[in-house]
C-alpha cells in the first residue's frame, strides 16, 4: 500500500508564498502529481514529477526527492482564488494514484 | 488538456434504487479509466480500474456486485450503483487516460449523489 502524508491546513496572506510538503512511503513509484481541488469540484492537474528537481510553471513549482520520498508545492504570489485543497498523488507503475488526504489552503486578504 | 465529461452532476435518489453514472473522454481514446469515491474533507478514494473490452479491476473492500462498472468503448464507461443506501452518498469522479502513454490523467467533473 502507499502511505502519503501532507498538512492538514495552512493559511497564507494575498501576495505572500506557501510550501505545502508531501512525503510518502510506497511499494512503487513512477511519478508525483499535484492537484488543486475546490470545494465540490474535481480535481485539475497542476504538475508532475519523476525525476528528482524542481518543475516550474507560472507560480506554482514543484520539487522533487525520490531517495527522501519527499516533494513540495510552492504557491508564490498568492491570490484570492488560490484557496482550495491541495492534492499529493502517488502513481505506483500501473498507472494507480493514490492520493494524500489533501491541503486546505487559505489565503486572507 | 483533454476533457472528460462526466454525467450527471449530481443526483438525487431513493435508498434501495440504481443510479448508474457516465464518464466520457470527448477528444481521446480512453483505453483506461478510473472511478475514485470521495466523502467530505477525505481525500479521493480508488474504487476501481476498468479497461476497455475487460473486466474492471476492483480495489480491496469495494463490492464488484454493488457498484457495477462498465468500459465498452475507448470514449465511455459507466458506473451503476446497485441498491444505493444512504452510506453510499458521497462524491464520485471519474478519471481517463489516453492510448498515447499521457502521464497525466484527466478528471471529469464528478456526481455528487445523494441517497435519500
Known amino acids: 500500500g502507499q502511505n502519503i502524508d501532507q498538512p492538514t491546513e495552512m493559511t497564507a496572506t494575498e501576495g505572500a508564498i506557501v510550501q505545502i510538503n508531501c512525503t510518502y512511503q510506497?511499494?512503487?513509484?513512477?511519478?508525483l502529481f499535484w492537484y488543486q481541488q475546490h470545494a465540490g469540484e474535481a480535481p485539475t492537474f497542476l504538475s508532475y514529477?519523476?525525476?528528482?528537481g524542481l518543475e516550474e510553471k507560472g507560480r506554482f513549482s514543484s520539487f522533487l526527492s525520490r531517495s527522501k520520498g519527499y516533494s513540495y508545492l510552492l504557491l508564490k504570489e498568492l491570490q484570492m482564488k488560490d484557496s482550495a485543497s491541495y492534492l499529493c498523488?502517488?502513481?505506483?507503475?500501473?498507472?494507480?494514484?493514490?492520493f494524500g488526504a489533501g491541503t486546505t489552503v487559505t489565503v486572507r486578504a | 488538456g483533454a476533457v472528460v465529461s462526466q454525467h450527471p452532476s449530481w443526483v438525487i435518489c431513493k435508498s434501495g434504487t440504481s443510479v448508474k453514472i457516465e464518464c466520457r473522454s470527448l477528444?481521446?481514446?480512453?483505453?483506461?479509466m478510473f472511478w475514485y469515491r470521495q466523502f467530505p474533507k477525505q481525500s479521493l478514494m480508488l474504487m476501481a480500474t476498468?479497461?476497455?473490452?475487460?473486466?474492471?479491476?476492483?480495489e480491496q473492500g469495494v463490492e464488484k456486485d454493488k457498484f457495477l462498472i462498465n468500459h465498452a468503448s475507448l470514449t465511455l464507461s459507466t458506473l451503476t450503483v446497485t441498491s444505493a443506501h444512504p452510506e453510499d452518498s458521497s462524491f464520485y469522479i471519474c478519471?481517463?487516460?489516453?492510448?498515447?502513454?499521457?502521464?497525466?490523467?484527466?478528471f471529469g467533473q464528478g456526481t455528487r449523489l445523494t441517497v435519500v
Open positions: 478519471s481517463a487516460r489516453g492510448t498515447g502513454g499521457e502521464t497525466e490523467a484527466f
Open positions: 510506497t511499494s512503487g513509484f513512477n511519478g
Open positions: 514529477n519523476v525525476l528528482d
Open positions: 498523488a502517488v502513481k505506483d507503475g500501473d498507472y494507480k494514484l493514490s
Open positions: 477528444d481521446f481514446q480512453a483505453t483506461t
Open positions: 476498468s479497461n476497455e473490452g475487460s473486466k474492471a479491476t476492483y
